[in-house]
């Protein structure tokens, strides 16, 4: 299909969603939400449209008007300034709408469950791990998200085994979702007393948080385990057996929450967890199949792939998935992730515009 049978379809939608809202008998108030939700998605499109169209349509008057022997020699000049000018933005518009028209992630709306965990490196990997925690969550508050810690797993030196947050706001995973994978540290830690630098790795996944409608979990395909939570070391964290351990047994994933003194309020962080995590290997399973035929993409969500390294003697951040280096090592640590993400983004839409081609 053309780009302009895609438009004209787009538009056609349009009308017919603003002809069934403003009927004499609208839909049902579930199916109106739905509808509404549909046309205000497609009004910036709409937009688009328009002024790709109003472009061409000037384009055609002023090529009219340049051709025209009766023009004079100074509007004649004025419109072939302003045809090329037009000309040249008509690609860009196009390429805009190509992008508009992308098919989307259906878990792009949804919030996110964030999880880092410690990998090589001992106690360094630990403190790392905890700076990437904290700096995901000065991202989520620069956009007035809602970061809320779920479970932290401490080594005792300030670090973190793991830890797990749930991220709530607009767009949450479409922002994240390319955080996924093996975030490496090179720096001297500060145990080291010979100044000596270490490469250490912590591992992050960020799944899109599955709700209800999203993940059908039967109760006869749980195993439920409780006993007693404890602290670093061993030290007790409460006198009851609070803390809950949820085995999916047809998946076999396995789920543990003890951070709450509270038997149901953990058994509740740990259902949340392991629906999303059920939900991103189901959607992690559609797009390896989609993906087969071609090269991984940039975001595969791979949790053994080495995404990222962070050089603190030289204060530069690559990205090794689309060989971007910054040197703003102390503001990407303190959650300035904006240009990175936006590369990421970029960078996938141009692999999928090329795969429709």
């Known amino acids: 299909m053309s780009l302009e049978e895609n438009l004209d379809k787009v538009l056609s939608r349009h009308r017919e969603l603003e002809a069934l809202m403003s009927s004499s008998s609208p839909p049902a108030a579930e199916d109106f939400a739905k509808l509404s939700k549909e046309y205000s998605e497609l009004g910036p499109v709409v937009a688009a ?6 472009a061409k349509d000037e384009i055609a008057d002023l090529a009219a008007m340049i051709a025209d022997p009766d023009t004079d020699a100074e509007m004649k000049g004025m419109a072939e300034e302003e045809f090329s000018g037009l000309k040249e933005s008509i690609p860009e518009l196009e390429q805009r709408l190509q992008v508009m028209l992308l098919p989307r992630d259906a878990a792009d709306s949804k919030n996110a469950i964030l999880e880092v965990r410690a990998g090589t490196g001992g106690e360094e990997a630990g403190l790392f791990a905890a700076d990437l925690f904290r700096m995901y969550q000065r991202f989520a ?24 947050a749930s991220i709530s706001g607009s767009g949450v995973f479409a922002k994240m979702k390319f955080e996924s994978g093996v975030h490496r540290v090179q720096r ?55 803390a809950v351990r949820i085995t ?37 399973k ?50 300035d992730l904006d240009e990175m993400i936006d590369a990421l983004t970029a960078d996938d839409e141009a692999r999928r515009l090329a795969e429709m081609t």
Do not use: C
């Not at 998200?145 to 085994?161: A, N, P, R």
């Not at 951070?259 to 962080?269: P, R, T």
């Not at 035929?293 to 792939?305: M, Y």
């Open 49 to 54: 449209i328009s002024s790709l169209r109003a």
């Open 141 to 164: 508050e620069a956009r007035n998200w809602k970061f809320e810690i779920m479970s932290l797993s401490e080594t005792g030196v300030g670090g973190y085994k793991e830890a797990f």
């Open 188 to 242: 001297v830690p500060a145990t080291e007393s010979s100044g000596r630098i270490h490469t250490s790795a912590a591992t992050v996944a960020v799944m899109p948080e599955a709700e209800e409608v999203d993940i059908k979990i039967e109760e006869k395909d749980l195993r439920i385990d409780v006993f007693r939570a404890s602290g670093p070391g061993g030290q007790s964290v409460n006198t009851t057996d609070s």
């Open 248 to 284: 999916h047994l047809p998946t076999g994933v396995v789920v543990s929450q003890q951070d709450e003194k509270s038997q149901h309020k953990n058994k509740a962080k740990a259902m949340r967890v392991l629906r999303s995590r059920i939900y991103e290997a189901e959607r992690q």
């Open 286 to 335: 559609a797009d390896d199949e989609r993906a087969q035929n071609r090269k991984a993409q940039v975001g595969s969500g791979d949790r053994s792939e080495r995404i990222r390294t962070y050089n603190y003697p030289e204060r530069r951040v690559t990205d090794h998935r689309i060989n971007l280096t910054m040197h703003k090592l102390d503001a990407v640590m303190n959650g």
